[in-house]
């Protein structure tokens, strides 16, 4: 198995040789970490942040008669509607 990822190694760059000890690095720390951290972590990473200068969009919206979800071809679907209602 070493013997397989050294020939493969060969064939890299410098950069990204470099990236992928970084990688091993991670690998490695995270092993040492407990299950709790872990999950902390990786909720941390999906926290619903805005990019600046935009609003964080709800999961749902009412649509009059139910909730739909926020999704790009729905929020499209109401942007060419709005387009069309108003050149009307």
């Not at 999704?71 to 109401?78: E, G, Q, R, V």
Request: a positive charge.
């Amino acid at each position: 198995m070493l013997k397989a990822e050294e020939n493969r190694l060969k064939h890299f760059s410098i950069e990204a040789l470099r990236i992928r000890l970084a990688e091993l690095k991670t690998k490695i720390h995270m092993v040492s970490e407990p299950v709790s951290i872990l999950k902390k972590f990786v909720a941390d990473a999906h926290k619903d942040e805005s990019f600046q200068g935009y609003p964080v969009l709800p999961k749902s919206m009412w649509d009059g008669s139910r909730h739909v979800k926020s999704i790009a071809a729905y929020l499209n679907n109401l942007i060419h509607m709005d387009m069309c209602n108003s050149k009307n």
